[in-house]
């Protein structure tokens, strides 16, 4: 084995129970499941392919596979001693958020078909919506265990999948706008979540290990710039028009840009000797690729993208200066990775901004769609906001349960809970 | 000796440059064949499509295999460096020597379904770099590539044009090949030091997270790896689908079985690292073939299992019984997996999810690349042994030092909080006056200091600066020096008179050991006999004396025995 000795640990009060029972008996049950549930209802696309079809869909989806494991795995890293669980779970949640998400999205989007076709751009739009777990996890990070997160999982795919078949049925949304909302329901989620969680947590533990160190600072930048350069990949990715998908790719990096440089500035703006914080860096350099989603496709000139990535990297600045304090204390949600202002705030940003340029849009042509577009829009808004918040909560209450074994407070942010160490040897 | 190394890259460079003017040519228009399927494209336009896909195995070769390496502590600069240095040399023999035996000599017209295919081979080099990593010498990493390479395009020839297998993602051909090779000639290369584990041959956390670059870097391009030499669209589709959802279970299934086999359920970064990509490996003979998703999945899922009990119980015997030390644990990420793919093809054919290939012709290739694979392991294994000489000695294993420049960094484990109860080797704790101003607790693991450091604070405090390692036994040796009458230096430190600290008998716990820095760094002293440094041995007066000298350098070192 390469890495030498396995060592005993010290038994202590705070002990966290042990995962030898639940663990691999859920995931394996899972697994199992999920073999039998795709041996009867999936059956491979047996139609002919177009080769730059094929190879235009596989290229969305490596870009939006390398923004979910690896930009999401590290831009999470940053707790100094928690880098382990973050990149690790990370891609767990992914590949089993993935599976449940291909046969959701099938069984829903037709109720009445038997099998469902598993094509490219299935599993494409699978990941996206395996994001959404992610994001959430964001804010829980180090607060929860495998197993907790696993029934996150399951819950809030099935939730994001049904939001947006109601989406698409009910509002006549279409998918990219939809899926755009997943910051926003992703976000909320998941404070949601934290909050049930973080209920106990107490001030020390916080301090002693939600702190970053320098040499995970790094690490951390290495998942912001890998979702920074795909971000537009990933904003244009159920785009079908060429027009709004070139669109879609410009707009949204003119936004990153304006909002990379909007944090940067602002940040040492900020700071009383001009200095730049590198936790606003990690987050809000993202914040315009978040805040131009919704839009990306009707934005006709680059300013206006930029002036959005401006705004939101201003909001997401002005979110981790104040929202901490805020949260911790006032309202006892805990915010690990600082979801709300990178993911949250952008992304109500960027529903709002849609809804304002759809009217404009239709105040051209036809006065009286107005309303009714502008019902649409709040509506879909606030369906994300409130499915978010709404089964957050239940899943909160659901992962507080005993069943669940949840980590002691006391081993918040601890990579020892869940690893074995051989080399750091730090006892209990 | 030291001319070895140069010289041999040297020549080797020329002489792919000698080789590939006589050879090697563009493929254009004219000489390209026309394949039949694709009638409205021609050659060069499809060659234009495979761009995407040579790139991601090419990310895969160089920042994939490479970080996926530098789990080691003291040998990330290797696992990635040379890393760089074998794949770069590799595909261009590797281009060479598949053009001479697919064109029968001929001049061979390259284009990119070549590069891919000469990345490939240049995998398995990589493979069975991974079995030897770290004991032996770059030079005997140049020939083993030759060799190697040339022995794969052999087996691939026999496989794939006698035996008419299929094997589109190359579990076989590539994977076993590559584990079982340098298993191969891991076992030839045994020393017997490295039964008990070696005592570089650990990882700190940071050297871990880098693995996991890799890891994921391999995890998300694998699908292209598999799919990247499918002759027809629809069998590219059915490779990447399938490689997809065989990767997805793998990870379920690996992660159940780390946390099941791990004391109380805890999960191992080894098993996470490795395991978690031996259903791209499992997938890859039967990618193409009509197994629907639900199978690919019990493929990753049987094979996410087999690799991590593979790590958890084949490696450790491999070690101790059949003597052959497999520093990545290549035989579970890749030689496992890889038969469990050939298995798996047969049932498929059984099974009737191919027609291209028989079952007889897939038992056959895989029983002709693990063979062809050992034998030729054992006859590399004989020359790098006897003839090319230059492997390091065993104190040298598992060590950047040997053979990178840089600025001789002392490295100072700090152990951020507790002492474990029970620690087999003995650690130790350097507290040292400058270091802890910039560098609190916990801040990092590992402290390494400069030689400039070392003077502004040899200036300042005026002291001689000792650098403490772990030895075997009670004593925690210094090993290295640092005087004001001048610098010894060698990664060894070689001292003159070597002094000795007496271990501690108590641990001290994470907020003792801060109030000790934060109250000054005097109180750290050994005599302070409050701080559980008392020396323990029965040369209690000798020790004093050692203890008294040291004060001097201002330092302490406390450490911990079972």
């Known amino acids: 084995m390469p890495h030498g000795h396995r060592q005993g640990h010290r038994m202590g009060s705070k002990y966290p129970p042990s995962m030898r029972g639940c663990l691999p008996l859920w995931t394996l049950v899972l697994e199992v499941a999920l ?36 930009g999401f795995g590290f831009l999470n890293s940053s707790l100094r001693r928690y880098g382990w669980s973050s990149v690790a779970f990370n891609l767990f949640l992914l590949a089993l958020g993935v599976q449940w998400a291909v046969l959701m999205d099938g069984f829903l989007e037709r109720p009445f078909r038997k099998k469902v076709v598993i094509k490219l751009s299935s599993i494409k739009l699978a990941t996206m919506s395996a994001m959404s777990v992610v994001i959430s996890a964001g804010a829980v990070l180090g607060k929860a265990n495998l197993l907790q997160l696993t029934l996150m999982t399951l819950v809030e795919v099935t939730v994001f999948v049904t939001m947006r078949m109601i989406d698409r049925q009910y ?99 900020t700071h009383p000797q001009g200095k730049i914080n590198m ?42 200066l104040c929202l901490p304090e805020y949260f911790n204390h006032v309202l006892g949600i805990h915010d690990t990775c600082g979801v709300h202002y990178t993911f949250g705030f952008p992304g109500l940003l960027g529903g709002i901004a849609y809804i304002l340029l759809i009217i404009y849009e239709v105040s051209w042509t036809k006065q009286s769609m107005i309303g009714y577009q502008l019902f649409i829009g709040i509506g879909t808004l606030s369906l994300a906001m409130a499915s978010g918040l709404i089964a957050g909560v239940l899943t909160g209450l659901v992962l507080n349960l005993k069943i669940c074994k949840g980590p002691h407070a006391a081993k918040y942010f601890d990579d020892q809970v869940f690893w074995e160490f051989p080399h750091l040897a730090i006892g209990f | 000796m030291k001319l070895l190394f140069p010289l041999m890259a040297i020549v080797l460079e020329a002489s792919m440059i000698v080789l590939f003017g006589f050879f ?19 050659k060069v336009d499809r060659s234009l499509e495979l761009h995407p896909l040579f790139q991601d195995v090419h990310v895969m070769i160089f920042v994939g295999f490479g970080f996926l390496m530098t789990f080691l502590k003291k040998y990330g600069f290797s696992s990635v460096g040379i890393n760089l240095l074998i794949a770069a040399l590799g ?50 990493m140049l020939i083993m590539t030759i060799i190697e390479i040339a022995v794969f395009t052999g087996n691939e020839y026999v496989v794939g044009e006698i035996f008419k297998a299929s094997d589109i993602g190359a579990s ?22 490295l039964r008990r584990g070696h005592e570089k041959e650990e990882s700190v956390y940071h050297s871990d997270l880098f693995a996991m670059i890799g890891t994921l870097f391999l995890w998300m391009f694998w699908p292209s790896f598999n799919s990247a030499i499918a002759e027809t669209t629809e069998q590219q589709y059915t490779a990447i689908v399938n490689t997809y959802f065989s990767l997805v279970a793998c990870v379920l299934t690996a992660y159940a079985f780390s946390s099941f086999v791990g004391k109380r359920g805890k999960l191992d970064m080894v098993h996470i690292q490795n395991a978690t990509l031996a259903g791209g490996v499992a997938v890859g003979t039967c990618a193409d073939m009509e197994i629907h998703p639900y199978g690919a999945m019990i493929i990753g899922g049987i094979a996410g299992i087999v690799s991590v009990l593979g790590f958890k119980f084949l490696t450790p015997c491999l070690t101790e019984k059949l003597r052959i030390h497999d520093t990545c644990g290549v035989h579970n990420l890749h030689g496992l997996p890889g038969v469990v793919g050939g298995l798996a093809s047969i049932v498929a054919i059984v099974l009737g999810a191919s027609k291209r290939s028989s079952m007889v012709m897939q038992a056959a290739a895989l029983g002709s690349s693990i063979g062809t694979a050992i034998a030729g392991g054992l006859i590399t294994g004989l020359i790098l042994r006897f003839i090319v000489r230059v492997q390091p000695s065993t104190e040298f294993f598992f060590d950047d030092s040997v053979y990178w420049e840089f600025l ?155």
């Not at chain 1, 041996?39 to 094929?54: A, G, N, V, Y």
């Open chain 2, 24 to 42: 090697v040519k563009y493929e254009t228009e004219q000489n390209a064949i026309q394949p039949l399927n694709n009638t409205n494209t021609t």
């Open chain 2, 172 to 193: 076989m051909t590539i994977h076993a090949f590559g584990a079982y090779f340098g298993l191969a000639v891991a076992g030839v290369l045994y020393r017997p030091s």
């Open chain 1, 171 to 269: 509002l006549s949304m279409d998918d990219h706008v939809s899926m755009m909302h997943i910051h926003v329901f992703a976000t909320y989620f998941g404070l949601m979540v934290a909050w049930f969680l973080s209920r106990c947590l107490n001030e020390r533990v916080t301090e002693e290990k939600n702190q970053t160190a320098k040499s995970s600072s790094l690490f951390t930048m290495l998942g912001t710039l890998f979702l920074w350069i795909f971000w537009p990949s990933f904003n244009s990715a159920l785009l079908d028009i060429p027009k709004e998908r070139k669109n879609a790719v410009f707009n949204t990096y003119y936004a990153l840009a304006a909002s990379a440089v909007t944090a940067i500035s602002v940040s040492a703006l």
């Open chain 2, 91 to 140: 595909l261009q023999w590797g281009t060479f020597i598949q053009g001479i035996v697919h064109h029968h000599g001929q001049t061979i017209y390259i284009g990119i379904k070549n590069m891919i295919n000469a990345d490939f081979s240049t995998a398995t080099v990589l493979i069975s770099f991974g079995a030897v990593l770290g004991k032996i010498s770059p030079a005997q």
């Open chain 2, 408 to 562: 001789p960094l002392y490295s100072i484990d700090i152990f951020p909080r507790l002492f474990p109860a029970k620690l087999k080797r003995d650690r130790y704790f350097d507290v040292f006056n400058g270091i802890f101003r910039e560098n609190r607790f916990g801040e990092e693991n590992v402290v390494r200091i400069s030689v400039h450091e070392v003077d502004k604070m040899m200036n300042e405090v005026e002291i001689t600066f000792l650098v403490a390692s772990i030895r075997k036994g009670p004593y925690l040796t210094v090993t290295g020096c640092y005087r004001k009458d001048g610098f010894e230096t060698n990664s060894y430190f070689p001292c003159k008179e070597i002094p000795r600290f007496v271990p501690v008998d108590a641990p001290l716990n994470y907020s003792q050991v801060q109030d000790l820095v934060q109250e000054g760094f005097h109180y750290c002293l050994p005599e302070r006999a409050n701080w559980d440094c008392v020396p323990a041995t029965h040369s209690h007066a000798k020790q004093r004396s050692q203890v008294a000298i040291h004060r001097t350098f201002n330092i302490v070192a406390l450490s911990h025995v079972v």
């Open chain 1, 35 to 70: 073999i039998v549930i795709f041996f009867f209802f999936t059956s491979s696309d047996t139609s002919s392919q177009d080769p730059k079809k094929l190879m235009g869909n596989f290229r969305v989806l490596q870009d939006v596979t390398i923004m979910v494991a690896l």
């Open chain 1, 279 to 320: 936790t606003h860096i990690h987050n809000a350099v993202l914040a315009g690729g978040v805040a131009v989603g919704p839009s990306c496709h009707l934005i006709a000139s680059p300013w206006l993208a930029m002036l959005l990535g401006f705004m939101a990297g201003l909001i997401s600045i002005w979110g981790a």
